[in-house]
């Protein structure tokens, strides 16, 4: 069972240019978390997806950015028109279907750098 | 808005002795995690403690909860230089369909070998 895959690891965009980050979860695992982290800060939630479904978007700016999780494939980040302030490392986890009661298991994140 | 505080923000001891670290949060939560993350990698999963728990321990681990106080503490004992990382702790508060993992900004270990 391979771990929570997210790619690219790096990802480098120029100011204007669509990002598209993508995150594989555990098999098995219904609940996916995206996060994100700039330098020497902690993890700042965005948004909460079950399958076909957003359950918490509360984090996420409410203009540019946009997050599914498909019935079938990855679950998908996109930033439109990216900005310079968007370069931060974006994290994803995932979890089982048993509501919050287990732990979450991380991807190794995708560093994003918009130049 | 974010859950969990740490304390303190950065802590650096001396390899064999024990590292107490801290994170007190705001509302009512059904579980508190705490997790680890090395430089430039993905957070680690360290241990789990409900809200009817009081105590646990998993190896060199032991962590705390008091939610009178809302507060945890997670202790390693024996610290090792590979100890040295960041430490988050996260808290989940469940609503209806919603069990999300809010974390606080962290905690830098420095183990001196």
């Known amino acids: 069972n391979a771990g929570v895959m997210q790619n690219p690891r790096h990802l480098v965009r120029r100011r204007g240019q669509e990002a598209r980050l993508r995150c594989s979860p555990m098999?098995?695992?219904?609940?996916v978390y995206w996060y994100r982290q700039l330098p020497e800060e902690g993890l700042k939630f965005m948004v909460y997806?079950?399958?076909?479904?957003?359950?918490?978007e509360s984090g996420m700016p409410k203009e540019r950015f946009s997050a599914e999780f498909p019935k079938e494939g990855p679950s998908i980040l996109r930033i439109q028109q990216v900005v310079r302030g968007d370069s931060a490392a974006y994290f994803c986890?995932?979890?089982?279907?048993?509501?919050?009661?287990?732990?979450?298991?991380f991807g190794q994140g995708t560093r994003l750098t918009v130049v | 808005s974010q859950q969990g505080e740490e304390d303190p923000q950065a802590l650096s001891i001396q390899e064999g002795e024990n590292a107490t670290m801290n994170c007190s949060y705001k509302t009512s939560i059904n579980n508190l995690q705490w997790y680890r993350q090395n430089s430039g990698r993905g957070l680690v999963h360290l241990i789990l403690i409900r809200s009817n728990e009081r105590e646990k321990h998993s190896g060199r681990l032991r962590v705390t909860l008091d939610t009178s106080k809302k507060s945890s503490s997670l202790l390693i004992t024996a610290s090792r230089a590979a100890d040295t990382a960041s430490y988050f702790c996260?808290?989940?508060?469940?609503?209806?369909?919603?069990?999300?993992?809010?974390f606080g900004k962290g905690i830098t270990l420095s183990v001196r070998p």
């Open positions: 997806l079950q399958k076909e479904n957003i359950i918490d």
């Open positions: 098999k098995g695992h219904s609940h």
């Open positions: 996260a808290t989940v508060f469940i609503t209806g369909a919603n069990s999300k993992l809010t």
């Open positions: 986890a995932s979890s089982p279907p048993n509501k919050g009661t287990t732990e979450a298991f």
